[in-house]
């Protein structure tokens, strides 16, 4: 099941949904094109959050 995630973009402070699938993967990663800036940010697969954002 694929399940919906919004994160700050950093470079521009918008709110940018994403969809992350649930597929089995070893990475914990996942790069998420960012439609906000264009570039790509880092999402921890278990919470949904962008690597390195200190808000919990």
Do not use: W, Y
């Not at 994403?18 to 264009?38: G, K, N, Y």
């Amino acid at each position: 099941m694929d399940r919906q995630i919004v994160f700050k973009c950093p470079r521009t402070g918008l709110n940018v949904q994403h969809r992350l699938t649930d597929e089995p993967s070893d990475r914990t990663h996942v790069s998420v094109s960012c439609p906000a800036c264009t570039r790509l940010h880092l999402i921890e697969r278990a919470s949904g959050k962008l690597v390195g954002d200190r808000r919990r």
